[in-house]
């Protein structure tokens, strides 16, 4: 009786699942191809930097760090919500690192985007002033994003800044056709981060093959910004 008792309690237990294979590879791989191209940009303008001091370059540069750094806690934000889905016991990590993951995720995109912006106005902006705000806002996205504990969130924030970020560029570029289409490039990014943050919201709902069809045309798009990065360069 006794033994029966324990088989029907195992029976009834949920049991562990793992995360699926082939997601987490191609997530995995996705963001080690995305972290790469990030640290290239910045290495490749260092020389620029180095010998030209450009405002505009230097926060260029910062911006594709954060945005190395924010796809990193991106991936470790897809593990908390996969791995607390599939696996069995791996609730109590959610609900403790999900929280911080979140805050990590939503400073340094905040950050990148607002960065990767200043690197084209920096002439009309002080500095200083710039600093401060910068950093209040990405405190202000990473508290909400901590508190709320939804991407989604951090999604809608960032898609008021992206709208103000590209109004600003449209008015400083609106005459230099050659320069607004580079600067086009970069609102590209904000959009293609954003609506990774909302992919994450909404895995159920998204196929497999809109996915991978989303991340080809991001890393399209840092290889775009890579290659006028190597011809400027040379």
């Known amino acids: 009786m006794g033994i029966h008792t324990s088989n029907k309690q195992v029976m009834n237990m949920p049991m562990p699942y793992f995360i699926n294979t082939p997601n987490l590879g191609i997530e995995l791989a996705y963001t080690i191809v995305i972290l790469i191209f ?9 020389e620029i930097y180095n010998l030209t001091k ?3 370059m230097q926060f260029f540069r910062y911006a594709f760090i954060f945005f190395g750094l924010a796809y990193a806690s991106r991936l470790f934000l897809y593990l908390m919500i996969f791995g607390s889905d599939n696996m069995f016991g791996f609730s109590m ?19 990148a985007i607002l960065y990767l912006a200043y690197s084209t106005i920096w002439k009309n902006i002080n500095i200083e002033h710039f600093l401060t705000f910068s950093n209040i806002i990405a405190l202000f996205v990473a508290v909400m994003a901590f508190v709320s504990r939804s991407t989604l969130t951090v999604s809608l924030i960032q ?15 609106k005459k230099d056709k050659k ?3 580079t600067k086009a490039l970069y609102l590209l990014i904000f959009a ?12 159920r709902i998204m196929s497999f ?15 775009a ?10």
């Open 159 to 173: 898609l008021v800044l992206m709208v103000f970020a590209a109004i600003i560029i449209f008015i400083n570029h």
């Open 225 to 234: 910004i890579y290659y006028k990065v190597a011809k400027l360069v040379k």
């Open 38 to 46: 990030c640290f290239l940009v910045y290495f490749k303008t260092r």
């Open 54 to 56: 450009h405002k505009g």
């Open 179 to 181: 320069k607004f289409g």
């Open 192 to 203: 293609l981060w954003i609506f990774s943050l909302f992919a994450l919201e909404s895995r």
């Open 93 to 111: 990590i959610r609900r403790t690192m999900m929280p911080v993951s979140n805050l990590v995720v939503a400073f340094f995109s905040t950050m």
């Open 209 to 223: 093959e809109f996915k991978i069809g989303f991340q080809i045309i991001s890393l399209f798009v840092f290889i």
